[in-house]
């Protein structure tokens, strides 16, 4: 079954950096495209990052040159590298695979404060 846990998030202040961890198990993991979404309150669910199986990213527009997705194969996990952090940015943060029916984490909360 699988399992996918987020880690890393916390209150930082407006243009501080964030390094969130998503740790897989259950998964070929190396085979699975992975992504990051965020959902604030009142607000639907948004992909933010996309990594295949061979590393191509992709970024939405409202995160392009902010954030960086990245994977270790050898560890199981997927990183979301957050910088210049904006309280938009405010959300919980959820790894999930990408591309099938996906398995989600339980999140972790972001809260980027003015």
């Known amino acids: 079954q699988a399992q996918l846990v987020e880690s890393g998030g916390g209150l930082v202040q407006a243009g501080g950096s964030l390094r969130l961890s998503c740790a897989a198990s259950?998964?070929?993991?190396?085979?699975?495209?992975m992504a990051w979404y965020r959902q604030a309150p009142g607000k639907q669910r948004e992909l933010v990052a996309t990594i295949t199986a061979l590393g191509t990213t992709n970024y939405p527009d409202s995160v392009k040159g902010r954030f960086t997705i990245s994977r270790d194969n050898t560890k199981n996990t997927v990183y979301l590298q957050m910088n210049s952090l904006k309280p938009e940015d405010t959300a919980v943060y959820y790894c999930a695979t990408y591309g099938g029916p996906p398995n989600w984490g339980q999140g972790t909360q972001v809260t980027v404060s003015s």
């Open positions: 259950g998964i070929i993991f190396s085979i699975n495209a």
